[in-house]
Structures are given as C-alpha cells and as structure tokens.
C-alpha cells in the first residue's frame, strides 16, 4: 500500500475515532476554557472563539453531526462573531478619556493650590473640575508657591505637573 493511500486511510480512521468519542460537553469545556483565557489575554479575540464553542457544545446536544461539519460551523461562528464585533459593537466602545493625550489635555490648564511646596519639592493643587479623571494632582514649581494661589500647567514630568506662579 502506497504512503498517500496508507494517510488517506489514517486520516478516515482518526476522524472514526473523533466522531465515536467527541461529546457535546467537549465543546462546552473549550469554549469554558477559551472565554476565560481572555482574562489573560487582552484583545477580546479569544472570548468570540469560546463562544462559538459553547454555542457548538449546545447545538451537538440537540443535533447529531460529523466532526468535520462541527469543526466548519465552529470556524465559521467564531469568524461571524469576530467580524460582527470588529464592525457593529466595537466602533460604539471609542475612548471618550483623553487618556494617551495627557500633555494636551492638562497643558495650559489652570489650578489652586492646595499644598504648598515650601520646603519640598512638590506640592499639591486642585482644578476646578476634573481632568483625566482627577481633580487632585500633584506639582513641581520652580518658585515657592503659598496656598490658594493660581498656578498654570506648563508640562509634565511623570505623575507631577510643571507649573508657573500666574
């Protein structure tokens, strides 16, 4: 026997084997295990994986099928979820922080000053509302500044704010 017809036969009796022994409770325990491996991955791919195996776990409990046609629904389900994602649900989770554009949003910003750096080397001020989900921050000036005197952000160094006395 030739080594393509003795594959041929391999390949007919591993998918005799998986169709006797792949149960309904063997998808659900992967797509238990793929949406849970999202927590430690970041992307949000793996959950549309998952879910699509859960939702084979549960129509191979209601329909007998081969494995062959579980392994085509299950890739297709998992691309109709990630595509339905990227397109439709994703584009509505926009960042609406200005998180990654922290000089332009604090820049020229205008604070009060509630701990005054005499005799450190920072102090604390406040905004009036507040700005990348703070109203606190912490400042270094190169001047003394005493409490309750305005001070205007110049740039930033870290955590702290560069300010001006104004």
Not at 57 to 73: F, N, R
């Amino acid at each position: 026997m030739s080594d393509i017809s003795q594959s041929k036969g391999d390949a007919a009796i591993m998918l005799d084997w998986l169709n006797a022994h792949i149960a309904y409770w063997h998808w659900l325990v992967l797509g238990l295990l793929l949406v849970t491996a999202e927590i430690f991955v970041s992307g949000f791919v793996l959950f549309w994986f998952g879910l699509a195996a859960l939702l084979m776990g549960v129509l191979t409990l209601a329909v007998d099928m081969p494995i062959t046609l579980q392994l085509i629904l299950w890739a297709a389900a998992s691309i109709a979820f990630v595509v339905i994602w990227v397109k439709s649900i994703k584009p509505r989770w926009k960042d609406r922080s200005l998180s990654g554009m922290a000089a332009e949003a604090l820049t020229g910003q205008v604070g009060l000053v509630l701990e005054s750096n005499a005799g450190r080397s920072r102090g604390k001020l406040k905004f009036p509302a507040p700005i990348l989900g703070e109203e606190e921050w912490l400042f270094i000036c190169t001047e003394e500044v005493a409490i309750g005197e305005r001070v205007k952000v110049t740039d930033i160094s870290g955590n702290s704010l560069i300010v001006t006395r104004i």
